[in-house]
Nanobody
Framework: QVQLVESGGGVVQAGGSLRLSCAAS????????VAWFRQATVKEREFVAT???????YYADSVKGRFTISRNNVKNTVQLQIDTLKPEDTAVYYC??????????????????WGQGTQVTVSS
């Protein structure tokens, strides 16, 4: 049974930082692309970042330079370091795995398993 569990969310002031983590069981992260998506209230789920099996990383334009995705193969975890938080970063952040082709990495339908999400709230 595959399970993804996110942690590390919270309430922070604008300009602050958070480090989200996603832990997997029943699946080996290094065999898949792992991505973070986020969903704000009354908005669609949107792509944030992904790390491929090659360790190549890709980011949404809105988070480039502020977010960093990384993978720990020993612990089978993926982290999302979020710096210089903005109020518009407020959302539930989800971890997911899949094998999308490069042109489809931003499509949530290309991913197989999802965690339950962790809330990030940024106050101005």
């Amino acid at each position: 049974q595959v399970q993804l569990v996110e942690s590390g969310g919270g309430v922070v002031q604008a300009g602050g930082s958070l480090r989200l983590s996603c832990a997997a069981s029943g699946i080996t992260f290094s065999n898949y692309a792992v991505a973070w998506f986020r969903q704000a209230t009354v908005k669609e789920r949107e792509f944030v970042a992904t790390i491929r099996t090659t360790s190549a990383t890709y980011y949404a334009d809105s988070v480039k330079g502020r977010f960093t995705i990384s993978r720990n193969n020993v612990k089978n975890t993926v982290q999302l370091q979020i710096d210089t938080l903005k109020p518009e970063d407020t959302a539930v952040y989800y971890c997911t795995v899949g094998r999308p082709i490069l042109s489809s990495i931003r499509n949530p339908e290309m991913y197989y398993y999802w965690g339950q999400g962790t809330q990030v709230t940024v106050s101005s």
